[in-house]
């Protein structure tokens, strides 16, 4: 019986399954958002989308970009500015979130 001999090679990302002896021979890159699946080197090369409402998954910067709608009521999924926009339902402010530059590692099979 012979000894199979231990490979490295990267986990993830644009190197997935390459030949690797350090982590950062693997690379980074974005998770989530426009960016994702793209060579990065800090989370902020990774932009901003909107979580959801009528902008979900547009680029945005901060949280009023992203809009209200109702959740709820006779106008669920509507724009709106205040709960009175939005009968038997509240108006929900949506978030802009920051996506990251994940590393990928250089793991050890044998």
Same mark, same amino acid.
């Given at each position: 019986m012979s +000894?199979? +001999? $231990?490979v490295?090679? &990267?986990s993830g990302g644009?190197? +997935?399954g390459q030949h690797c002896s350090?982590?950062?021979n693997c690379g980074k890159t974005c998770s989530g958002g426009l960016q994702a699946g793209q060579r990065c080197s800090i989370d902020s090369n990774c932009g901003k989308t909107c979580s959801g409402g009528l902008q979900a998954g547009q680029h945005c910067s901060i949280d009023s970009n992203c809009g209200k709608?109702?959740?709820g009521g006779t106008s669920a999924g509507r724009a709106c500015n205040t709960d +009175?926009? &939005?009968p038997n339902g509240l108006c929900n402010s949506h978030l802009c979130n920051s996506h990251l530059c994940n590393s990928?590692? $250089?793991v050890t099979y044998c």
């Open positions: +000894a199979q +001999a $231990c490295k090679r &990267c644009l190197q +997935a350090i982590d950062s709608t109702c959740s +009175a926009n &939005c990928h590692l $250089c």
